[in-house]
């Protein structure tokens, strides 16, 4: 197939030409959009100029430089693997966004797009002062994008961010050494809080797997490039989430919040837990499934 993508393009001079054919071999082959885009011109904007290492709002007038011959052999093959292959762009380029922030992604996580990046960039107000926050906990962490974005939102504060995959604290750590947060943000290998030291977290926050076995038949091949025990999670997709409801009374503090991502398992929580009375947010820029609990609501419905 990449021969096939060569001869197409073997009189292709300029990026330009790449980025008019990758539009078109796109929108020909239906692919999905939602790992950082939500469009065709966005997502092969993002591949093309990520692939030649150009940033996203380069100089429209580079777009007709000449590509050598080693690029446009780049170029073919990274259109083989995200048309074809149906490998999202930010496991391409190794480059994803979250909060305004650039961070290194690669297979062994999930790639960054939680609605909780909203919550961040509002240091998570109303729900909390930010001057009261001095320790934030990240489970689930993967790529650690939202602990380092909580490193960049409350300064002053130390962050821990778990995860069971020794594979993701791997890509967690490239993160926190790019970002420079070593002092300030603790990587911890655990199952949820498993493996926690004892402490009081004025946050708590998780974007967990949620993703129930049947729901997983249904999601477009992308996703299948992206870790199974970061996505896939047993009781309906219940599972992570009880255990973080469950446990979290014992490392909130009593001004603290819990703030939770389920996506399409928020119908299932609801139904499981009818008393509790969940918050679930509304976000400007999309994205639903994310409630917020006190330490107080925690403390009636989920102490043991």
Not at 167 to 190: F, P
Not at 192 to 218: K, L, W
Not at 222 to 246: C, D, M, Q, R, S
Request: net charge negative; aromatic share 10%.
């Amino acid at each position: 197939m990449t021969v096939s993508y060569q001869i197409a393009t073997q009189d292709f001079k300029t990026i330009i030409d790449f980025l008019r054919f990758a539009l078109s071999e796109a929108n020909a082959k239906r692919l999905y959009y939602g790992h950082g885009t939500d469009n065709a011109w966005d997502d092969m904007s993002a591949l093309v100029l990520g692939s030649l290492s150009l940033p996203h709002d380069v100089d429209p007038q580079l777009l007709q430089s000449r590509l050598t011959p080693d690029e446009k052999a780049l170029l073919c093959k990274q259109l083989l693997r995200r048309i074809e292959e149906r490998v999202p762009v930010p496991y391409l380029t190794h480059e994803a966004w979250f909060c305004g922030l650039s961070f290194y992604v690669d297979e062994r996580v999930l790639i960054p797009r939680s609605p909780i990046a909203e919550l961040i960039n509002q240091q998570f107000s109303p729900w909390i002062e930010d001057a009261g926050v001095a320790r934030v906990l990240d489970l689930c962490t993967g790529s650690a994008c939202i602990a380092i974005a909580c490193c960049y939102a409350f300064p002053d504060a130390q962050i821990d961010a778990v995860d069971i995959s020794p594979d993701a604290l791997e890509v967690a750590e490239i993160n926190r050494q790019n970002h420079g947060v070593e002092e300030v943000l603790t990587l911890i290998e655990s199952d949820c809080f498993d493996a926690v030291p004892t402490a009081r977290y004025d946050i708590i926050v998780s974007n967990p797997p949620y993703v129930g076995h049947a729901e997983m038949q249904t999601l477009p091949d992308e996703f299948l490039h992206e870790p199974k025990l970061a996505l896939e999670t047993e009781n309906n997709g219940l599972a992570i989430v009880e255990k973080i409801l469950y446990g979290a009374i014992d490392y909130l503090s009593e001004h603290g919040i819990l703030v939770v991502e389920v996506g399409n398992s928020e119908e299932a929580l609801v139904q499981a837990y009818p008393d509790v009375p969940f918050t679930w947010l509304d976000f400007e820029h999309g994205g639903q499934g994310v409630f917020i609990l006190t330490y107080q609501q925690l403390q009636d419905h989920f102490s043991r």
